[in-house]
């Protein structure tokens, strides 16, 4: 059990200056060496990607209900795990921007500390929108855009595309929200779509992965009912073939295409156990919540570059 006491805005950590650059995991000019060796910057592109990174801050220890981006141990889990192993996806297609936010204390999302932990939830989101609102203001410069996000990261992407893009003309901008790792109801937007096509844009994507045949515990609390994308297919296929899988990104930092194969059913993504080196350990793992991303590592790759050149071509005078 937990031992920690009520939240209290009074000792969170220090609030994020987002016009420090120090408080940006990443910017296109500011590149990560954790990146070395799985992709290169190849200079400034013509869409961007706002990155929002999962929850990594669950030292049961730690009595805080936020995390303190200026401690180096969590920024360096943050680019050693999230930038590295899920951001790293978009490089290619987008100019990344990620900014380090006091993330919420894991225990938000364990009872009985769920009540408790929403002004927790409810700061890390204002860092987030801080964030979203000093890009929008000093370096997006009017490009197109990918939201990116993972896990408690995506429940935050998902306020974001209500206050900034649906109904507003921000949303002409939108090429995809990747909102991964979360249910996301099929009408939780009036005129954010599903994207059911691979090049596709304007609309989002979502996907919670478990091992084939098996189902959480909290299944009809936690995922029953959410959209189902297919990340190797992008279409409307319920089942795909390995075959078509491009690759995983596994924690040696190599691509193994051909890896798996995956079936959508009603609000979960179910996996084969991947073909890569500690398969065997892998077998016993029912959750793959924490490889949501890079097992379609080289798949959200070139997808996000399908959906780029396809925004460019409706909106040849804007881009």
Sequence with gaps: MYKTSDFNLKTAPREPDYSQVENWAVLPNQWPRELEGIVENTGIKNAD???IYPTLFTDKKDPQWNADIYNEA?????LSQAIT???SAWTEAANLYAPFYRQAHYRIFVD???????EAGVLAYQDVKRAFEFYLAHYNQGKPIIIASHS?????????????????????????????????????????????????VGGFLSWNTYKRNKLPKRYDYWYKGGVVSNPISWDDQEVSNKKDHLGVLSSDKKIYPK?????????MLWSSVPKIPKRF?????????????????ADIQENAKIRVSSWAKKNQSNF
């Design 49 to 51: 990607v706002f990155y």
């Design 74 to 78: 969590i920024r360096n889990k943050v």
């Design 85 to 87: 192993f899920q951001a």
């Design 112 to 118: 009985p500390y769920a009540t408790q932990g929403k």
């Design 152 to 200: 408690q990261g995506s429940l935050h992407a998902k306020r974001l595309l209500h206050e900034f893009f649906e109904g507003k003309v921000l949303k002409e901008k939108l090429i995809a929200a990747y909102l991964v790792g979360v249910r996301i109801p099929q009408n939780e937007f009036n005129d954010i779509p599903p994207l059911v096509q691979p090049d596709a």
């Design 259 to 267: 890896s798996l194969k995956v079936e959508k059913i009603d609000g």
């Design 281 to 297: 350990f892998l077998s016993f793992i029912k959750n793959y919540h924490f490889a949501d991303i890079n097992l379609f590592w």
